[in-house]
């Protein structure tokens, strides 16, 4: 973090509603592509953007180091996506579109691969998601996933491992 953003962050966490509004405008991006690898709808997403913006207004003032806003704020987004997952039927949305939204991934599988696993990927439960959207969407160490997540690192470990199994099911369970 920049000496820079560091000083927003303070600002925000003092009541500044313009610096907040920063924060927001730098964060939006990213916080809807993590939340949408996890709940896997744009409306749906974009309320758990919403909700974790909401939260972090709220308690900013409880972040003790402006160092830590980028793990305290992506933490906040995989609890509202995670939320967001619980509150609703479980019901299955496939946006084509989509697959081309994930960086990297273009170049690593083949088109006609990237929609398998794509579809795949939705049939996921949503801590699998997130956990396999951490890790390769977001393209965090296993530490800073777990700590995104709020559970220990051995945790993390052995649900990615299972996440990536489940995942190989359901590609070997496509037509």
Same mark, same amino acid.
């Given at each position: 973090?920049?000496? !820079? #953003? $560091? &000083?927003?962050?303070? %600002? #925000?966490?003092? $009541?500044?509603?313009?610096?907040? #509004?920063?924060?927001?405008?730098?964060?939006?991006? *990213? %916080?809807? &592509?993590?939340?949408?690898?996890?709940?896997?709808?744009?409306?749906?997403? =974009?309320?758990?953007?919403?909700?974790?913006?909401?939260?972090?207004?709220?308690? !900013?003032? *409880?972040?003790?180091?402006? =160092?830590?806003?980028?793990?305290?704020?992506?933490?906040?987004?995989?609890?509202?996506?995670? +939320?967001?997952?619980?509150?609703?039927?479980?019901?299955?949305?496939? +946006?084509?579109?989509?697959? *081309?939204?994930?960086? $990297?991934?273009?170049?690593?599988?083949? @088109?006609?691969?990237?929609? =398998?696993?794509?579809?795949?990927?939705?049939?996921?439960?949503?801590?699998?998601?997130?956990?396999? #959207?951490?890790?390769?969407?977001?393209?965090?160490? !296993?530490?800073? %996933?777990?700590?995104?997540?709020?559970?220990?690192?051995?945790?993390?470990?052995?649900?990615?491992? &299972?996440?990536?199994?489940?995942?190989?099911?359901?590609? &070997?369970?496509? @037509?």
């Amino acid at each position: 973090m920049t000496v !820079i #953003a $560091g &000083r927003v962050v303070l %600002a #925000a966490r003092s $009541g500044d509603a313009a610096a907040f #509004a920063a924060l927001v405008h730098a964060e939006t991006p *990213s %916080a809807y &592509r993590l939340a949408l690898s996890i709940v896997r709808s744009p409306a749906e997403a =974009e309320d758990a953007v919403q909700e974790a913006f909401l939260r972090a207004w709220r308690d !900013i003032g *409880s972040l003790r180091e402006a =160092e830590l806003w980028p793990a305290w704020f992506r933490r906040l987004i995989v609890r509202s996506a995670l +939320d967001q997952t619980r509150r609703r039927p479980r019901v299955r949305e496939v +946006d084509l579109d989509l697959a *081309s939204d994930v960086p $990297g991934l273009e170049a690593a599988v083949h @088109p006609a691969d990237r929609l =398998e696993l794509m579809a795949a990927f939705d049939k996921l439960a949503a801590d699998d998601r997130a956990i396999l #959207a951490l890790r390769f969407f977001s393209d965090l160490e !296993i530490p800073d %996933a777990a700590s995104a997540l709020g559970i220990p690192l051995g945790t993390a470990k052995s649900r990615l491992h &299972r996440a990536l199994g489940r995942l190989r099911d359901q590609m &070997r369970q496509e @037509p």
